[in-house]
């Protein structure tokens, strides 16, 4: 497939939060005014060679690449605003194929595609809070328990 010339009409990685309605425009500067993520501007624009996780920015836009254990490949996570996490979690716990799994499903199907500062407790108290998790996890806990 060959990419046609000028401006890239591929619309970026951001796709992936269609789901909670945001214009990358908008997505960026949320990002640029969360407090909480200046210091990824800042590792994105320093960037640590030897760590596992790597921050930079594409068409403006922060992300994380984590790099695994396994494969060399890694994975990148787009950078989460505050006001944005609850609607991405949420998104995950509810309308995937493996909604209301509880804490590390949830978990590891965010962290897929996104990431930010206290993702995991985040997730944890989401997890907590929702009615529908909290009957799964029962549920497994009495099938550990009996087996
Ligand atoms: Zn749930």
């Known amino acids: 497939m060959k990419v046609k010339e000028g401006k890239p009409q591929k619309p970026l990685k951001v796709t992936t939060v269609h789901g909670i309605d945001i214009r ?24 640590v060679e030897n760590g596992k996780a790597q921050f930079f920015v594409k068409n403006e836009i922060l992300y994380r690449k984590y790099i695994g254990k396994h494969d060399g490949e890694g994975i990148i ?6 006001s944005l996490r609850e609607k991405v979690v949420s998104l995950a716990d509810d309308t995937l194929l493996s909604g209301h799994r509880g804490y590390t499903k949830t978990l590891n199907r ?4 996104f990431y930010w500062p206290g993702i ?16 799964v ?8 328990h009996y087996q």
Not at 77 to 82: A, D, G, I, N, S
Not at 110 to 113: A, D, F, K, Y
Not at 137 to 144: D, K, P
Request: glycine share 4%; aromatic share 8%; hydrophobic share 35%.
């Open 77 to 82: 996570q787009l950078v989460v605003p505050e």
């Open 110 to 113: 965010v962290s897929q595609e």
């Open 24 to 47: 990358p425009e908008q997505l960026i500067e949320q990002q640029k005014t969360d407090q909480t993520l200046k210091k990824y501007w800042e590792l994105a624009e320093n960037p």
């Open 120 to 135: 995991n407790n985040f997730v944890l108290r989401y997890v907590s809070s929702c009615g529908l998790c909290q009957k």
């Open 137 to 144: 996890l029962l549920g497994r806990h009495h099938w550990v």
